[in-house]
């Protein structure tokens, strides 16, 4: 259920999108669900935090969705961060790639030797 309200509306295959509206029509809180999940997505992908955050999370918030409510609280809490990561285009993604490997490399390592192998490793492996 949440890979079919996840995907993409053009990804979805006839039977998806046809199973998809059978069931929101079943499920007021289903639909309700889709069109708050569309619509982060949105923002997200369009980066329009600035413009569209504030009246999704008030949006989310109103919802009888206590999963929802409880994630737009969490939003409010760290409001400057989640409003810049959702506007602007820069982001931490190859640094916390690299940490990643680093971290997958020192697992690897673990009781083998001294920092200094690591540290040859993490080179080597870059």
Known sequence: ??????????????????????????????????????RFASILVNRRGQEELEQWTADAEASPLPELRGFATGLRKDWDAVTAG?????????????????????RQMFGRDKLDLLLKRVLLAS
């Open 1 to 38: 259920m949440t890979g079919l309200i996840l995907t993409h509306p053009e990804h979805r295959s006839e039977a998806q999108q046809v199973l998809l509206k059978e069931l929101r029509i079943r499920c007021v809180e289903l639909a309700h669900a889709c069109d708050l999940v569309a």
């Open 86 to 106: 959702l506007t602007l285009r820069w982001n931490s993604g190859p640094v916390e790639g690299d940490v990643n490997r680093i971290k997958m490399l020192k």
